[in-house]
């Protein structure tokens, strides 16, 4: 991860850790440098760019200074407006842009935003190319293997110009209707669009494929995004379901990245059990390529006992949807992610997308006639404990040889009923000790037996 940017673009309080400032030099960057890439490949047309934002307030913001930046760099600047991040790469791979930009902070709530940043692929920008942005925004400006003491501007007909592409939004969620293989006619379904980027895109979809759409959370109105609404507060969603008699329910975050279920009971269906359902579907209709799903290390071990159930391979990457596409790009996967709905179907998206996701599993309850509770049958959720213990040094007390005996113990004591995860925090001072097994009691006895070591070598705050 760079200064700025982690694995899920540059991030931060609006006009606090990311500001107005840092938006327009993220434009006048990308605006140089993806045009003088063009004209040293013999190419003199300006750079093209495609932007989307998300329904908070400060998006407007950091919209008219991204196309500020890009436009005074000879770039011209493609609006998609309100929109999904998915859309963004997917407009950005099929309609030759040299890159796109997406303003959201996700599931955050609205005083945050981000800038993710896309490459000409639909995929997520290299750390390479951030690197340069990351130097110029810092005052340093290095790109192609020289050092310039500005970035020039462009001047008279260079200066790049605005184009409205909200049609390229409507070709998305054409693409989106076009993958509907079944009518969902006669189906109650329940969206939660998080007051956020699915509110004018999710609803559309569904009518057109026949459901009955019932839709809670799509009113914006720039400080509502994911306010006890979308995937991260699921239990609105679980009511709304209960309470109208429907037959499922979606729930997106708020650039509708990622997806949560809510089975016909009102009970939660996570990313695990998408995952699950999804991979034997694919399985059974020969369309498993490699016969692997890739998890992270956060999966719940239940879902690697279904899968072994099920004679279906596994992988497991570091937390973080980057790596699962990293890992599924290499290895030729087409199904992956995270719990938290962060899901990727490699065959029709290079990013995880919450809208595509609820249409496949859709798919395998129209295929198989069958009720999503009754589709999560063969997976049974192992209880999990999880400790956060504040340390002076992380890496330092993950090392220590005497913790590391104490998971180890922990580890063979599981045996093959379980597992023990020990990792560091990305972003705070922590240490995470994370226990599945069949026994919640056996969990947290495992769980305290290596905080305690942690604490007795002196290292917990």
Request: proline share 2%.
């Amino acid at each position: 991860m760079g200064k700025y940017f982690g694995t899920d673009g540059f991030r931060g309080e609006a006009n606090v850790t990311l500001t107005a400032e840092h938006a327009y030099k993220v434009g006048r960057f990308l605006g140089w440098y993806y045009g003088e890439l063009k004209r040293k490949n013999g190419d003199a047309s300006p750079a093209k760019i495609i932007i989307g934002k998300d329904t908070r307030r400060s998006s407007y913001m950091f919209e008219y200074t991204l196309v500020g930046g890009l436009t005074a760099s000879g770039a011209d600047a493609y609006l998609l407006h309100v929109t999904t991040t998915p859309s963004v790469a997917y407009l950005a791979r099929v309609d030759d842009f040299d890159c796109g930009i997406m303003i959201s902070a996700s599931h955050n709530p609205y005083y945050d935003n981000g800038i993710k940043l896309i490459n000409s692929n639909g995929e997520k920008m290299d750390e390479e190319t951030i690197s340069l942005i990351e130097d110029y925004i810092d005052g340093k400006v290095t790109a192609f293997g020289e050092e310039l003491a500005e970035l020039p501007y462009a001047t008279r007909d260079s200066v790049g110009r605005t184009v409205d592409y909200v049609s390229g939004r409507n070709r998305y969620i054409g693409y989106l209707i076009s993958l509907g293989m079944y009518s969902f006619r006669g189906v109650k379904v329940g969206l939660d669009c998080a007051n956020g980027s699915s509110w004018n895109v999710a609803k559309a979809v569904f009518d057109a494929l026949g459901a009955d759409t019932y839709v809670i959370n799509a009113e914006p109105n720039g400080i509502n995004i994911n306010s006890d609404a979308g995937s991260t507060h699921i239990e609105g969603l679980c009511r709304f379901v209960r309470e109208k008699g429907l037959d499922v329910g979606f729930a997106y975050d708020g650039d509708a990245d990622r997806c949560l279920c809510v089975d016909e009971n009102g009970s939660v269906v996570n990313g695990d059990h998408i995952m699950y359902i999804c991979s034997k579907y694919m399985k059974e209709q020969g369309t498993l390529i490699n016969n692997t799903v890739v998890t992270t290390v956060m999966s719940n071990f239940g879902l690697y006992k279904a899968l072994d159930e099920a004679g279906i391979d596994y992988a497991k990457t570091a937390v973080g949807d980057k790596y699962v596409y990293e890992y599924m790009a290499k290895n030729g996967g087409r199904i992956g992610g995270e719990q938290s709905g962060h899901i990727i179907f490699s065959k029709y998206a290079s990013t995880g997308d919450g809208i595509l996701t609820s249409l496949k599993v859709m798919e395998v309850m129209m295929s198989k006639k069958q009720k999503l509770s009754e589709l999560c049958a063969g997976f049974t959720v192992y209880p999990q404990v999880l400790e956060n213990v504040r340390v002076t040094d992380k890496t330092v007390a993950q090392n220590d040889p005497e913790v590391q005996k104490a998971v180890e113990a922990a580890a063979k004591e599981l045996g093959n009923s379980g597992r023990i995860l020990v990792r560091e925090s990305g972003t705070e001072p922590l240490i995470r000790v994370m226990v599945e097994s069949e026994s919640e009691e056996l969990c947290r006895q495992l769980v305290n037996s290596v905080v305690k070591v942690i604490e007795e070598k002196g290292y917990r705050v």
